[in-house]
């Protein structure tokens, strides 16, 4: 994913915590101290993104083992001008997601797609506008450009993402299997 020139990213890191409270405790523990010095020197001052969500939701849960190899579509989300977040938030969740997964044309290239909604909570923070992520996974890169680029599935996705999100806001990059560091 190297290749496309929009792309400023080099991974993404997914995080887990029970609440926005224990993150931010972990944050202002001392010991963190040593885990941020490091983070400056590895990472560009604006490299790094973060938005807070709540648990993921799935639309497509995909089989218990995904197998290898994997390719994810990480890719942040943002709303239509002119349309209220909640409006999003629903559109998202009730309309969008069930037309992937029960569109045939759509459905047949996915191993596994979820929705993760920004928490309310997180709005107030400022330095991030994205509404929320989705995280799609497909057995390989190919099989993602085959559904961006399937008329039959294109067509029908990029015509309903005119119903509610920016297309000129949205952030995504294409990765390998995850790496998991804490279980």
Request: hydrophobic share 35%; glycine share 8%.
């Amino acid at each position: 994913d190297y290749e496309r020139a929009e792309n400023t990213y080099d991974g993404v890191a997914i995080q887990w915590y029970h609440s926005l409270e224990g993150f931010h405790a972990m944050r202002a523990d001392p010991r963190h101290a040593a885990v941020r010095a490091d983070a400056a020197e590895m990472f560009a001052p604006d490299g790094v993104l973060e938005v807070f969500t709540e648990p993921e939701r799935e639309v497509i849960a995909g089989p218990p083992d995904l197998g290898s190899p994997v390719t994810k579509l990480i890719c942040g989300v943002r709303h239509k001008p002119g349309m209220a977040r909640d409006e999003f938030h629903r559109y998202w969740w009730d309309v969008h997601g069930p037309l992937n997964r029960d569109t045939p044309a759509v459905r047949k290239y996915f191993l596994r797609y979820e929705q993760n909604h920004r928490l309310d909570a997180d709005y107030e923070r400022a330095g991030c506008d994205l509404d929320g992520v989705t995280v799609e996974w497909f057995r390989s890169a190919r099989a993602f450009f085959g559904m961006a680029t399937d008329p039959e599935s294109r067509d029908v996705i990029r015509g309903d993402e005119e119903n509610f999100l920016d297309p000129d806001g949205l952030l995504w990059m294409l990765t390998g299997p995850p790496n998991v560091v804490l279980d």
